[in-house]
């Protein structure tokens, strides 16, 4: 392998940059070349890239977003637009393609290295952390950190005013994010879509609370949550049912995708990257890279991307006992 082709795609993640600078730099040491397209898979199609090296990488292990940029292609989901990426790939002479993304970025990157034959090694790059081949996608514990800097501001201002907040949370239709940042902000009640609570509980839980004399509430609602109504009209169900609350709303959006990446995930994108590369050297191709029990290991695509996204349930007992 002389060249290798690294591109970032779907929704950006804290520590793509750190995941592109490790690729580049491993590229660097291994005496590789190395190219890096824009936007994803279109970046591929319209053979837009640029050309990086050790130094074209410096200072942006920091940096939020993604220097590549990132983009969810349509045209990459037909047979023309893969074989048109296909054939710039042969043009420019890469190789192999490292493609960091999540779910979707996976699944093109599978169908098309068996179209054309040409190799690839995904890594997990998305906040949602819904991918099974790795305990931690790259961007996670970022977003975990924002959201409950975010929710712990809130809380402020709910207790100043005696209020109850639903606080809507992204993850798409996996609930880690939800889970997660509601034990560690403290919510009271966290809904998540692997868990259906049911409108009844939520409200005897509220009611609970205010007899165990809370004055505020905080409510961590994942996005994709299946108790049948969004935040707006579960805040106005609640505001029906049980008066005495003064609710509000919060959806928190893409903020949770921005920002300066964690330590946790600037070194889970130079390992998993460094990985990357050494695997395509040695031969491997088609296959995803994760952290699994602190090992990196690789896995492959139909492994990695099982439904089963294993949330630790467990946290929902620990988060109910707690908001007692
Ligand atoms: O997959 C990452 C994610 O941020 C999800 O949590 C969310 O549902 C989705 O992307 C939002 O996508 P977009 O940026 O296209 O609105």
């Given at each position: 392998?002389?060249?290798?082709?690294?591109?970032?795609?779907g929704?950006?993640?804290?520590?793509?940059?750190a995941?592109?600078?490790?690729?580049?730099?491993?590229?660097?040491y291994?005496?590789?070349?190395?190219?890096?397209?824009?936007?994803?898979?279109?970046?591929m199609?319209?053979?837009?890239?640029?050309?990086?090296?050790?130094?074209?990488?410096?200072?942006?292990?920091?940096?939020?977003g993604?220097?590549?940029?990132?983009?969810?292609?349509?045209?990459?989901?037909t047979?023309?637009?893969?074989?048109?990426?296909?054939?710039?790939l042969?043009?420019?002479?890469?190789?192999?393609?490292?493609?960091?993304?999540?779910d979707?970025?996976?699944?093109?990157?599978?169908?098309?290295?068996?179209?054309h034959?040409?190799?690839?090694?995904?890594?997990?790059?998305t906040?949602?952390?819904?991918?099974?081949?790795?305990?931690?996608?790259?961007?996670y514990d970022?977003?975990?950190n924002?959201?409950?800097?975010?929710?712990?501001k809130?809380?402020?201002?709910?207790?100043?005013?005696?209020?109850?907040?639903f606080?809507?949370?992204?993850?798409?239709?996996?609930?880690?994010?939800?889970?997660?940042?509601?034990?560690?902000?403290?919510?009271?009640?966290?809904?998540?879509?692997?868990e259906?609570?049911?409108?009844d509980?939520?409200?005897?839980?509220?009611?609970?609370?205010?007899?165990s004399?809370?004055?505020?509430?905080?409510?961590?609602?994942?996005?994709?949550?299946?108790?049948?109504k969004?935040?707006?009209?579960?805040?106005?169900?609640?505001?029906?049912?049980?008066?005495?609350?003064?609710?509000?709303?919060?959806?928190?959006?893409?903020?949770?995708?921005?920002?300066?990446?964690?330590?946790?995930?600037?070194?889970?994108?130079s390992?998993?990257?460094?990985?990357?590369?050494?695997?395509?050297?040695?031969?491997?191709?088609n296959?995803?890279?994760?952290?699994?029990?602190?090992?990196?290991?690789?896995?492959?695509?139909?492994?990695?991307?099982?439904?089963?996204?294993s949330?630790?349930k467990e946290l929902?007992?620990?988060?109910?006992?707690?908001?007692?």
């Open positions: 392998i002389r060249t290798i082709g690294v591109m970032t795609s929704g950006d993640s804290p520590g793509m940059n995941a592109i600078r490790a690729v580049a730099r491993a590229c660097s291994y005496n590789v070349k190395c190219i890096g397209f824009y936007r994803g898979y279109q970046g199609i319209e053979n837009d890239y640029c050309e990086l090296n050790a130094r074209s990488v410096r200072n942006i292990i920091s940096a939020g993604t220097i590549l940029k990132s983009a969810r292609s349509e045209d990459f989901r047979p023309e637009g893969r074989k048109k990426a296909a054939e710039n042969k043009k420019s002479d890469v190789d192999a393609m490292i493609l960091i993304g999540g979707g970025t996976f699944k093109g990157g599978k169908i098309f290295s068996e179209e034959d040409i190799p690839v090694i995904g890594v997990p790059g906040i949602d952390n819904d991918i099974a081949g790795t305990n931690f996608t790259i961007g970022t977003a975990l924002t959201v409950v800097e975010a929710i712990d809130i809380r402020d201002t709910a207790s100043s005013h005696d209020r109850l907040f606080i809507e949370v992204m993850g798409r239709d996996a609930g880690f994010i939800a889970l997660n940042s509601g034990v560690g902000a403290g919510a009271e009640e966290i809904l998540i879509p692997e259906d609570l049911g409108l509980r939520l409200l005897e839980s509220l009611k609970r609370s205010k007899r004399g809370k004055s505020s509430s905080i409510v961590v609602v994942c996005e994709g949550d299946k108790i049948g969004n935040v707006y009209e579960l805040a106005d169900y609640v505001t029906d049912n049980l008066p005495d609350y003064d609710v509000r709303v919060t959806v928190l959006g893409h903020m949770q995708r921005g920002g300066s990446p964690s330590c946790f995930d600037r070194t889970l994108a390992r998993l990257c460094v990985k990357a590369v050494e695997l395509l050297l040695d031969g491997e191709e296959v995803m890279v994760g952290l699994l029990n602190n090992k990196i290991v690789a896995t492959n695509f139909d492994e990695g991307l099982k439904e089963d996204h949330i630790n929902l007992r620990i988060s109910d006992i707690l908001s007692v």
